[in-house]
């Protein structure tokens, strides 16, 4: 499946300070993500008959030009079912059509498959690019760097569980919604884990030491400069608290934590 894509300057914490749109096949074809018009992605949607608009999650610096192009095209706007009030009040407008993970889009002869991918957002979605081709994976991987999975409402758990679901799946490439393509994508995945993982290590090692308050367990978790970003990392220590309580090791009430009494 032909498959294109074209970096939008946007309002956007990513370090690259830009979201890329795509284009997914030709007539007809879909268009996933459009954060902001710009000539190029103007030119490129009218080069194609873009009969589908839809967007991998709802944050702001995925949805900006989701009306425009829809009204445009006068192409068919899906939404997450059950996602229904978070995707008008995103991006503007009602969709005319839900999909669900396992709805299928066809293009011709090829299809897209949605693949539920929450963690980052609730309502977070994956497309198959054709039969075990490769995935536009959205937020959920970065080809350097991490992704941000904070708290109210990102689910780490929901997390490690889709990066594990998409390495057991092992396409050919990650299409990410931020920074250039992933052509190894298992060994992101793992890189993407491991990270995860030793971060949690470093949250739990903070609250056996003794630290108790989010900015106490943020302080001992973290070694490196937050300036800019302390924000986001607070929210990530949040996250992995209410992973770690979930799963009985540790106590916390949203305000204080402890060492689970069964460690």
Known sequence: MNVVSRSVSVATRAP??????????????????????????????RERNVAHV??????????????????????TVWARYGRVDRFRDATGRSPDRTFAPGTTIRLGDERVRVLDAPGHAPDHVALEAGRDGPILCGDCAVREGSVVVGAP?????????????????????LYPGHGREIDDPRATLERLLSHRARREERV?????????????????AYEKDLSGVRDLARATVAAHLEKLAVEGRVTWDGERATPSEGD
């Open 16 to 45: 690259s300070g830009e979201t890329n749109a795509y284009l997914l096949g030709t007539d007809p074809a879909i268009l996933v993500d459009p954060a902001a018009r710009t000539e190029d992605l103007d030119r490129l949607v």
């Open 204 to 220: 739990r090692e903070a609250v056996d030491e003794g630290a108790e308050t989010l900015d106490e367990i943020l302080d001992g």
């Open 54 to 75: 839809l967007v991998t999650h709802t944050h702001p610096d995925h949805v900006g030009a989701v009306d425009a192009y829809a009204a445009e095209t006068d192409a």
């Open 153 to 173: 409402e990102g689910d780490m758990r929901a997390y490690v569980t889709t990066l594990r679901r998409l390495w057991a799946m092992d396409p050919p490439a």
